[in-house]
């Protein structure tokens, strides 16, 4: 089974903790399956997952309705992705970035000191 890589990047004013639910309930919808995150303060987080062929128009669909707007070249790879799919019987690694845009200050937390 043949591998392809799927690079998006997308931008959004509304609450991040809501859009990540919503992201992450559009993975599991699509059949996708979460592999790792990584959260940038509450200032943007990186989403890494995996989705079949099956998958990949639903979470193009699911993404709009989380009204996360992709940027740069993010809608024509994601075109390409669907192309790619429809021709051969192949699984989507993606990464995900989502940046939040909100005049909220940083979000700190404090980390326990840690004998030794």
Request: proline share 2%; charged share 25%; glycine share 6%.
């Amino acid at each position: 089974m043949r591998r392809n890589f799927l690079k998006l990047s997308g931008v959004t004013k509304r609450d991040r903790n809501q859009v990540i639910a919503e992201i992450n309930a559009a993975i599991s919808e699509a059949g996708g399956w979460l592999i790792d995150h990584t959260l940038f303060s509450n200032i943007a987080i990186t989403l890494q997952f995996e989705l079949s062929e099956e998958g990949i128009k639903e979470s193009e669909k699911s993404l709009s309705r989380s009204k996360v707007i992709l940027q740069g070249d993010s809608n024509a790879d994601f075109e390409t992705a669907i192309t790619a799919c429809a021709q051969y019987n192949v699984d989507i690694k993606t990464t995900l970035n989502v940046t939040f845009t909100h005049d909220d200050p940083d979000l700190r937390r404090e980390v326990a000191a840690v004998p030794g």
